[in-house]
């Protein structure tokens, strides 16, 4: 590199080493992304009610519990953004937000209208405790541990969030699921287009988008899941749930061998 002599200005060849850029923990928040990110919540809703209805509500938590537990646990024990890691945790708090949410509801008797309310309340508890403990709440800010799980707390509030109102808007609305995903879809591009055309308030406008893509995505696949007399294509929700976890692996691999899985930069 061609830098300058300190003492006389004249130009001299050096060999100066640059400083590498910190990267977050966290994907680069490309298009892909956001692809990824309404697959994965399909894939869950799909799964969650495939698992519910063929061991029975009780065992699914417990299993999807424990697949979570050791998916986040690989996350977290790795040193950098590993793609098939990230993703892997992400359809694993699909899969137990989704069983957690409708648990509530099916088994615990809580109305869409509560359970919504009360998530969305311990949403807000969660991003105020870690914008008033990190000063941020932008994911090119995760780059420690604790705000990691932050990071992953605020992720599996969002997707129990997500299938209670996304339930509520098909069942108690009566907008069915196919209108509950194009209500969901228009919801959705709101803050995209808002922070594309004015370029303000990035944060506000992921975090509004990231939770929008949650019952987007689970109204899609309930839509092709469902049986024709719900409203539904009637595709089974196990071979939605394989086929959409295919179109996961599918991405993630391209993504990785075009060279686009890259971490978000650190700032």
């Not at 509950?180 to 922070?195: C, D, E, K, R, T």
């Amino acid at each position: 590199m061609i830098a300058p002599e300190p003492a006389t200005g004249q130009t001299r060849l050096a060999l100066v080493t640059p400083v590498p850029a910190r990267l977050a923990r966290v994907p680069e928040l490309t298009a892909l992304f956001w692809v990824l990110k309404v697959l994965t919540t399909g894939m869950g809703e799909t799964a969650s009610d495939y698992l519910a209805h063929t061991i029975g509500p009780i065992l699914a938590v417990g299993l999807s519990g424990l697949a979570l537990v050791v998916a986040l646990s690989l996350q977290l024990a790795a040193k950098r953004y590993v793609p098939w890691v990230y993703w892997t945790t992400v359809a694993m708090v699909s899969v137990f937000g989704t069983v957690a949410a409708d648990v509530a509801h099916v088994g615990l008797g809580v109305p869409y209208a509560v359970s919504t309310v009360g998530f969305a309340l311990v949403l807000a508890l969660v991003l105020g405790l870690w914008h008033r403990t990190e000063g941020t709440l932008s994911v090119h800010s995760i780059d420690t541990r604790r705000r990691e799980l932050f990071y992953w707390a605020t992720v599996l509030t969002t997707f129990a969030l997500g299938t209670a109102a996304g339930d509520l808007t098909a069942v108690v609305l009566g907008l069915g699921y196919l209108g509950s995903a194009v209500l969901f879809a228009a919801a959705f591009a709101v803050p995209a287009l808002g922070y594309w055309r004015v370029r303000r308030a990035p944060v506000l406008a992921f975090w509004t988008a990231y939770v929008i893509t949650r019952p987007l995505g689970a109204s899609v696949a309930d839509w092709m899941g469902v049986s024709t007399a719900r409203g539904g294509l009637g595709f089974g929700t196990g071979l939605v749930t394989l086929v959409w976890a295919a179109a996961i692996a599918a991405i993630v691999g391209y993504a990785v061998v075009s060279g686009r899985a890259r971490a978000a930069l650190a700032s």
